[in-house]
């Protein structure tokens, strides 16, 4: 970003104050001659603003020589911006790295003005001593002497000296630098053999003009719900793992967030997947065991609930801007999930259960006018992604938008960038002030320092043009860089140079007509984040879950049971958070897909053997389970004959009929068959749903037609005549023995006499009625045909 390159000041300090700090910097000059003779040695650029050099610290013994003989650390310093009359404590420690014992020594400080954004730069980069750029030492009784520093020992230090004995004149940034001097056995004369820098913001007076400093403060975190769900009616859901409960518990990263940012002016920016995530924590929750099959249940709803009460109370009154669910990634699905059909669709409904999720938990009405590329890196295809949601603000950053050279200071965030959309441009030096490592005490003190600097420096480049800022920090930040984040904003609470602002009023502001409005080339995207994004396999894989899904839902009785835990989990597998980490994301996606297979597998055709079908008409029962809780219906099972001049199902090559089960059990369905010829006939059996599509895998068996022939039928017919003929025989003699009876008189009948003469055995030659022709095949049972169950062998 273009700056002024001489500083800028807003008003002199009052003249005594001025002349003393002048007459300092005067005597201060004329230093030690060998300080300034020491070489300083190839500057080593640190990988981030304000940090360590990485290659000189992991080496430090062996290049510990000169100006990096003693590792100097800046642990703390208070007040971090000091007014009239504060006393400035610098505290750290000292370690000789080098292999001789350094006698002599001392710690002070330095101090010199700076004039921009980008001396900041420089001066944060630097490593080792650099004469001429280090300021004048402090000296006098504000050092911290040490007899003797050997080889490998670390020593604590600790100086406080009032501002007003501090070289400080106009109103700026200055460049404090921690230095040790002494002397070695090599080398007996005294030198500069460590030096720290951090930075000094010096504005005692309230600013006339003062930038209005939007910062965000995300609410995120990685996936832990699972796509599965308990087959309660509450439907119980399942973590991956109890990682967020750690993060809510006392210490933890959310934890942190929220009791930090509770007590600052932001704009909250929140994932409604965590809120969702955290709600389900509050009732009864299961955890998967590490075997991906069993479960136990979560015990941490007290945590839940006290970290949803205290977010409630937080946001209240404050403004609260919602991600869609998951915190989809736009730039993939603008590079590689556009070619995907169906995958912008996603996005929409997104919002929409996000906007409505932080609605119904935490009771305020978001913001869903924002949408939050990865790092503010933005192209065209990422702002049309990022707005066909419904956004009408895209938040990007100033190194990826970029600033004209003629401007000279840093403009307003908010910039129209066509189609009635406005790119708001954060800061990129605020932004990733606190993107390292904050746990070292060193780290976070140089970080709030730098950001301090950094805001001064943007109020001084154009005192009286007010400005509108924004900040937006990395979308995860540790429990130790919000630490760091909620002390440099506490610093800046006291409105001496800086006022805040929400995000809405910030989108708002009038854009400077000198800013760009140039939206990057697609060619300007960084080649490092587009290795991070998700690929288009991906994408495809989450179409494939959706289509299945689609087809799964058509059947059932309780859709929402099933749609909304995978519209959830669909969601999910699109989500920013998988940056960086692709098996993660992948497992996941996989888990989705195994489970719905598994579900919609619940309702299935039971397999059975083949059946024989020993006439000329029959009925063949064939079973469908349904093993979900829920009922199924809106199916249909059609049983087909692959010879139809052979075997005949119903009317003709095929029959269907319809499907309803009630959850957990299973239907047996009986088609009609009629055979015209001898032999093995291929019979199918699939499910269909209502509008054609199949569902599930066919069954095939084998119906095996033994039809009768015309021999059988004429020895069966002779002897159905044989019967008839018997029958009439014996009507004929019991007529005849009636009538002999009657003629006889009463007292004498058949049964009179001995047995084997007149009469019969009782019963023994009874005639027998005829009976109805015998069935093709055996009485229908209205019972669940069992599996393998075979018709009228």
Do not use: C
Request: charged share 20%.
């Amino acid at each position: 970003m273009a700056e002024a390159a001489d500083f800028p000041g807003t008003s002199p300090s009052p003249a005594r104050r001025w002349l003393r700090r002048t007459a300092a910097l005067l005597v201060g000059t004329p230093l030690l001659a060998g300080l300034l003779q020491v070489p300083a040695g190839p500057v080593a650029h640190a990988t981030g603003p304000g940090a360590k050099a990485g290659a000189v610290v992991q080496s430090a013994k062996a290049d510990a020589t000169g100006s990096r003989t003693v590792d100097v650390s800046v642990d703390s310093l208070t007040p971090t911006a000091p007014s009239e009359g504060d006393t400035l404590t610098v505290s750290g420690t000292v370690t000789n790295n080098g292999k001789q014992t350094v006698t002599g020594s001392q710690v002070g400080l330095r101090v010199a003005p700076l004039s921009s954004r980008s001396s900041i730069d420089s001066a944060a980069q630097r490593t080792g001593f650099q004469p001429g750029s280090e300021g004048t030492e402090v000296g006098g009784k504000y050092v911290d002497k040490f007899r003797r520093l050997a080889p490998g020992v670390r020593q604590d230090f600790s100086i406080s000296v009032p501002v007003k004995e501090l070289p400080l004149g106009m109103d700026g940034v200055y460049q404090l630098g921690v230095a040790l001097t002494g002397q070695t056995s090599a080398q007996p004369y005294p030198q500069v053999l460590g030096i720290e820098r951090t930075f000094l913001p010096w504005q005692p007076d309230a600013a006339g003009t003062k930038t209005k400093t939007s910062y965000l403060w995300p609410l995120t975190s990685s996936n832990h719900l699972t796509a599965k769900t308990g087959s309660d009616e509450q439907q119980t859901p399942v973590f991956k793992n109890d990682d967020l409960a750690e993060e809510l518990a006392t210490g933890g990263r959310l934890e942190q967030l929220l009791s930090l940012g509770s007590g600052l002016d932001i704009t909250w920016v929140i994932d409604p997947d965590l809120l969702a995530s955290v709600d389900a924590m509050t009732k009864s929750y299961r955890i998967e065991n590490p075997d991906g099959k069993t479960t136990r249940a979560g015990r941490h709803q007290a945590v839940a609930n006290q970290w949803l009460n205290n977010l409630q109370a937080a946001v209240k009154g404050k403004k609260v801007v919602a991600l869609p669910f998951a915190d989809p990634d736009l730039a993939s699905l603008a590079h590689t999930g556009k070619a995907v059909t169906g995958s912008l669709g996603h996005l929409k409904e997104a919002t929409d259960v996000g906007a409505n999720a932080v609605k119904t938990i935490l009771q305020v009405k978001p913001s869903t006018d924002f949408a939050w590329p990865a790092d503010g890196a933005i192209d065209p295809s990422i702002v049309d992604v990022a707005t066909s949601a419904g956004a009408h603000s895209v938040i990007a950053r100033s190194d990826s938008m970029g600033e004209s050279d003629d401007l000279q200071y840093s403009p307003n965030a908010a910039r129209p960038i066509g189609g009635g959309t406005t790119a708001v441009v954060t800061d990129a030096r605020l932004s990733t002030a606190f993107q390292r490592d904050m746990t070292g005490a060193e780290d976070s003190t140089l970080a709030v320092q730098e950001f301090l600097a950094q805001s001064l420096m943007i109020n001084l480049q154009n005192p009286d043009k007010q400005r509108h800022i924004v900040v937006a920090p990395q979308r995860m930040p540790s429990a130790s860089q919000a630490q760091a984040m909620q002390k440099a904003l506490s610093a800046l609470a006291d409105e001496k140079w800086s006022q805040s602002e929400d995000l809405p009023a910030a989108a708002k502001a009038k854009p400077d007509p000198q800013a760009t409005t140039q939206v990057p080339s697609a060619g300007s995207y960084p080649a490092s984040l587009r290795k991070q994004e998700l690929p288009q396999r991906s994408f495809e894989n989450i179409q494939n879950t959706q289509n299945r899904l689609t087809r799964f839902q058509v059947i059932l009785i309780q859709k929402d049971r099933v749609v909304t835990p995978f519209g959830r989990a669909i969601d999910r597998e699109m989500s920013t958070s998988w940056r960086g980490r692709p098996k993660e994301a992948r497992a996941y996606q996989d888990s989705v897909w195994a489970y719905l297979n598994d579900l919609t597998r619940q309702v299935s055709l039971i397999r059975r053997a083949d059946a024989k079908l020993s006439g000329r008409s029959a009925t063949i029962p064939v079973s469908v389970q349904n093993n979900l809780v829920q009922g199924v219906e809106h199916l249909v099972l059609r049983l087909s004959s692959r010879n139809p001049t052979r075997l005949k199902i119903g009317d003709g090559q095929f029959e269907e009929k319809p499907i309803k089960i009630a959850g957990g059990h299973s239907q047996s369905v009986k088609f009609t068959t009629t055979a015209n010829a001898n032999g093995p006939v291929p019979v199918y059996a699939q499910l269909y749903t209502e509008d054609g599509e199949p569902y599930g895998e066919p069954v095939r068996f084998d119906v095996n037609v033994t039809e009768v022939t015309p021999t059988v039928m004429l020895v069966i017919a002779g002897g159905l005549l044989l019967l008839v003929l018997a029958g009439f025989r014996m009507y004929t003699q019991r007529k005849r023995a009636a009538r002999k009876q009657a003629q006889e008189g009463p007292g004498t009948g058949p049964d009179d006499g001995p047995e084997g003469e007149s009469g019969t055995e009782p019963g023994k030659d009874d005639p027998e009625q005829p009976s109805d022709p015998t069935p093709d095949t055996a009485p229908e049972s209205t019972d669940p045909s069992d599996t393998g169950e075979r018709v009228d062998r």
